[in-house]
């Protein structure tokens, strides 16, 4: 009796209710747009928790923004030091910093239309993607289905509809650039992830890897699967294509990270020589390509940009090797740092001592390169003023540059960097560095043999850089690591695309 009774006053409930419906009709559609436009503008703004994705366990919105910083506005001083604090962020690995650099990049607001650069836009896409804290699970507290599978929390769910919109956004800005456009993309996304070390490495390895997703993920992750499309929904070809798939570069990359002494970078190296017999037999090669292996730029792309904002690079200075090495710095006379500035026109002049620097002048190439301008340059500054000057075109730069990283002084030791600042000084004409490199080529493969041809590129270099000079010990080391075979007299004539070795054949 109790049920029925219940179904009665349901139904009564249900009458009433339609009744109200129908006899208010009128008033009910006129409201409806301004519901709508309510609705529009409020559930956006309740974040992934809330709202009628929530309500039918959709919840296919996006996370809730990291707070800006105080003081939001047009100036452009503020705007250069929310992007450079953004770009800290994002160099360190922070997912939602890497998201906010990409949509200010895209131009996605009306004050960030001078900041409008879409290949940086793409790279900072590219460094969300394959950043493991855009999919690995946070948290799992609630089970759906009906077997109780798929553990997923609300805030998984709200990085999966970013990591699905960053897929989007990327193919979009891929698919409008040109091939050089492109290489500019994957070369930035590189360098960044160089930067990182092992992690760095190892997520390199894993996007070139095709047993994972196209940017290092699980293959069975929503979104990569969902980017390689179905016959009745286009997927994200560009994005795709942005990281070709090879077995080599998957094990260059495992093989860089075991070098930096990472111990389960040993461990994914090992499985991953165990995953295939054809891939076991790549050691040999990889080892040599690794050898001569650099990142695709000496730092991050000093370009100008319109927006004058410069593009930071704000990789992080420190760990031993690198702390090292910047402790060893005042062992450079600053006659070398002081022709570098005065090569980039920030000085008239060359000059011999740091106390004759001006302010204004710290100031102006700080800016450059977008540093805090505190008008007293720091080290790694002092360091960057020997690379920019390096990589636009100074062969002395280049010189000073290929000893300080045969010498680890300012920089971490690094054999096959010196060897390609060297070779690079000799194509500007420096004759210490042409006589050097002939050196190198004719003692080949197996290191110096003779002890007085080492010393007398010694000599030769000490003439040119004012006490900087390496040792013998180290100009073996640097030998025996990176020298080639020797170049035929004829080839010196040809062309960069016919000599035997160049640039790309650290890459």
């Given at each position: 009796m109790r049920e029925t009774s219940n179904a009665v006053s349901h139904l009564v409930a249900l009458r009433r209710a339609l009744a109200y419906v129908v006899d208010n009709r009128v008033t009910l559609i006129r409201r409806l747009p301004v519901t709508a436009v309510v609705a529009a503008v409020v559930i956006p703004l309740v974040g992934c928790d809330t709202g009628p994705s929530f309500w039918f366990h959709k919840r296919a919105s996006a996370c809730p923004r990291p707070q800006a910083a105080q003081g939001v506005s047009g100036q452009f001083n503020q705007q250069q030091?929310?992007?450079?604090?953004?770009?800290?962020?994002?160099?360190?690995?922070?997912?939602?910093?890497?998201?906010?650099?990409?949509?200010?990049?895209?131009?996605?607001?009306?004050?960030?239309?001078?900041?409008?650069?879409?290949?940086?836009?793409?790279?900072?896409?590219?460094?969300?993607?394959?950043?493991?804290?855009?999919?690995?699970?946070?948290?799992?507290?609630?089970?759906?289905?009906?077997?109780?599978?798929?553990?997923?929390?609300?805030?998984?769910?709200?990085?999966?509809?970013?990591?699905?919109?960053?897929?989007?956004?990327?193919?979009?800005?891929?698919?409008?650039?040109?091939?050089?456009?492109?290489?500019?993309?994957?070369?930035?996304?590189?360098?960044?992830?160089?930067?990182?070390?092992?992690?760095?490495?190892?997520?390199?390895?894993?996007?070139?890897?095709?047993?994972?997703?196209?940017?290092?993920?699980?293959?069975?992750?929503?979104?990569?699967?969902?980017?390689?499309?179905?016959?009745?929904?286009?997927?994200?070809?560009?994005?795709?294509?942005?990281?070709?798939?090879?077995?080599?570069?998957?094990?260059?990359?495992?093989?860089?990270?075991?070098?930096?002494?990472?111990?389960?970078?040993?461990?994914?190296?090992?499985?991953?020589?165990?995953?295939?017999?054809?891939?076991?037999?790549?050691?040999?090669?990889?080892?040599?390509?690794?050898?001569?292996?650099?990142?695709?730029?000496?730092?991050?792309?000093?370009?100008?940009?319109?927006?004058?904002?410069?593009?930071?690079?704000?990789?992080?200075?420190?760990?031993?090797?690198?702390?090292?090495?910047?402790?060893?710095?005042?062992?450079?006379?600053?006659?070398?740092?002081?022709?570098?500035?005065?090569?980039?026109?920030?000085?008239?002049?060359?000059?011999?001592?740091?106390?004759?620097?001006?302010?204004?002048?710290?100031?102006t190439f700080q800016a450059m390169i977008g540093r805090p301008i505190t008008g007293r340059l720091t080290g790694i500054e002092k360091v960057r003023a020997m690379q920019y000057a390096a990589t636009n075109g100074s062969s002395k730069a280049q010189l000073v540059l290929a000893v300080m990283y045969s010498e680890g002084v300012g920089v971490p030791r690094d054999y096959a960097r010196a060897y390609h600042w060297y070779e690079e000084a000799e194509r500007q004409g420096s004759p210490e560095a042409k006589y050097a490199m002939s050196t190198f080529f004719s003692l080949g493969l197996q290191g110096v043999a003779d002890q007085d041809r080492a010393k007398a590129v010694v000599y030769q270099l000490d003439g040119a850089l004012a006490g900087f000079k390496p040792s013998v010990w180290r100009l073996q080391q640097l030998l025996s690591q990176v020298s080639r075979p020797p170049r035929a007299a004829g080839d010196r004539g040809q062309p960069d695309g016919q000599r035997p070795y160049i640039e790309r054949d650290y890459r």
């Open positions: 030091q929310e992007i450079r604090a953004l770009r800290q962020g994002g160099f360190h690995g922070d997912f939602f910093a890497q998201l906010e650099l990409a949509r200010r990049y895209e131009g996605q607001r009306a004050v960030d239309k001078n900041l409008e650069d879409q290949v940086e836009a793409a790279v900072w896409y590219a460094m969300a993607l394959s950043n493991a804290g855009g999919y690995s699970p946070i948290a799992a507290y609630e089970r759906r289905g009906q077997n109780g599978g798929g553990a997923l929390s609300r805030f998984d769910d709200c990085r999966a509809f970013e990591r699905h919109a960053a897929y989007g956004a990327l193919d979009r800005l891929l698919s409008r650039m040109s091939t050089e456009e492109r290489e500019k993309v994957r070369n930035r996304v590189i360098y960044i992830l160089s930067t990182q070390g092992a992690d760095g490495y190892r997520v390199l390895a894993r996007m070139h890897d095709g047993f994972f997703g196209p940017f290092g993920e699980p293959s069975d992750n929503l979104q990569a699967v969902e980017a390689y499309g179905t016959p009745k929904r286009s997927g994200a070809a560009a994005a795709l294509d942005l990281f070709r798939r090879n077995d080599v570069d998957a094990y260059l990359y495992n093989y860089l990270a075991v070098q930096t002494g990472d111990v389960s970078a040993y461990v994914m190296l090992k499985d991953f020589e165990r995953s295939s017999p054809q891939r076991a037999s790549y050691g040999g090669f990889v080892e040599t390509k690794a050898k001569r292996w650099i990142p695709p730029y000496e730092f991050y792309p000093p370009d100008s940009p319109d927006s004058g904002v410069p593009h930071s690079d704000e990789s992080d200075p420190s760990g031993d090797a690198k702390e090292a090495a910047l402790a060893r710095l005042p062992e450079l006379p600053f006659v070398h740092i002081g022709e570098a500035l005065a090569y980039l026109r920030v000085i008239p002049a060359p000059i011999l001592d740091e106390r004759l620097l001006s302010l204004n002048a710290a100031q």
